[in-house]
């Protein structure tokens, strides 16, 4: 079984166009991510929500808007793509590090969406 | 989070022992070394992590130097299945959730036959 995965694999739209990722989880943890890897290969944060709450939300534009309808969901939506939004976007997951031992954090990431904007 | 230095790339030969560096000369007494690895076309993996004393599991071995400024990922027997781009993490720990991950550059291996 996947433990992240991610929907569709491969997006490609014009300028102007509203488009959604989604990302599923199945471990059962409460944070969820999602990161933005552009073609110098940086890889960023962008949100992270734990149980459906907002908690990081690094200077990304107003058009993305991430959505978390529950704890195993998080959701990208994204309005007026713009050429600069081509990238390679990677959703993950984690426990909430609130409740797990203070030494121990990994992040399960998901196999990316290729987002291309012509 | 303290910043981390790295070599751009370095490459061993299959079934050699590859030896990554990690330099992290700020780093604060709360912060952790952590190791995270991305094969191509493929989401980041983690693959270890420590705090002072040295580290291993199935993956791989984690050398952290006695004042803590510098470690060392060890993977034992290198395979081509291990090649790719090896991230070096320093992250303190948050008593609240968040917990971002701060990617640098990372180092390329490639494991040649």
């Known amino acids: 079984d996947t433990a992240v995965s991610q929907t569709p694999k491969y997006l490609v739209t014009q300028m102007g166009n509203d488009k959604s990722i989604k990302c599923e989880q199945n471990l059962g943890h409460d944070t969820m991510y999602w990161y933005k890897q552009d073609s110098k290969k940086f890889l960023k944060i962008m949100f992270s929500?734990?149980?459906?709450?907002?908690?990081i939300n690094e200077t990304v534009p107003n058009r993305f808007s991430p959505k978390s309808p529950d704890k195993a969901h998080l959701n990208l939506h994204i309005n007026s793509l713009e050429l600069g939004d081509s990238a390679v976007y990677f959703c993950a997951s984690s426990q909430d590090s609130r409740t797990q031992p203070r030494d121990h954090y990994e992040q399960y990431f998901g196999p990316g969406t290729r987002l291309t904007v012509t | 989070d303290a910043k981390t230095t790295q070599p751009t790339s370095m490459d061993c030969a299959e079934g050699r022992a590859a030896n990554l560096p990690c330099n992290h000369s700020t780093i604060s007494g709360n912060e952790y070394v952590y190791w995270y690895r991305q094969i191509h076309s493929q989401g980041p993996q983690y693959i270890i992590h420590?705090?002072?004393n040295n580290e291993t599991n199935e993956m791989a071995s984690l050398i952290i130097t006695e004042d803590r400024k510098s470690s060392t990922l060890i993977l034992p027997h290198a395979t081509l299945r291990d090649t790719a781009v090896y991230y070096c993490i320093v992250r303190a720990y948050y008593t609240g959730a968040n917990s971002k991950l701060t990617f640098g550059k990372g180092i390329t291996l490639s494991v040649r036959p």
């Open positions: 929500y734990n149980n459906k709450e907002l908690i």
């Open positions: 420590g705090l002072k």
